[in-house]
């Protein structure tokens, strides 16, 4: 075709490029994975603030429990500590550790036991 029918001719829509085409579609592909791939993230985020909730709740629970737990164990560790002071203080007057377990209903074990640890 000559040179001058070329520079006169109507330009329409360019003639579609296979390179161009591709890369649309690749585009189109990498936009369709990037917005599942939010939506995921998305959900996994509520999970872990759902997760989160949960956890700060059971902490809260285990630290009330433990304050509980921590005021029992001074009142019975008062009780232990007094029970003990008492066997020591029989097993000083002379009195034999059968007595001393039954006075305190305990076992002999037991009240050996407290009269070993005085010692050592």
Do not use: C, H, Y
């Not at 520079?7 to 917005?35: C, S, V």
């Amino acid at each position: 075709m000559p040179m001058w029918k070329g520079m006169f001719q109507k330009k329409g829509a360019p003639a579609a490029d296979p390179a161009r085409e591709r890369l649309t579609l690749e585009l189109a592909e990498i936009e369709e994975i990037a917005g599942k791939l939010f939506r995921r993230m998305e959900e996994r985020i509520e999970a872990l603030k759902t997760l989160e909730a949960r956890l700060d709740e059971k902490a809260r629970r285990v630290e009330s429990l433990v304050a509980k737990a921590a005021s029992i164990g001074a009142v019975n560790g008062d009780a232990v500590e007094t029970r003990r002071r008492g066997v020591i203080a029989l097993a000083q007057k002379g009195l034999k550790v059968d007595e001393i377990a039954e006075i305190f209903d305990m076992t002999k074990g037991e009240v050996e036991l407290v009269l070993n640890l005085r010692r050592s």
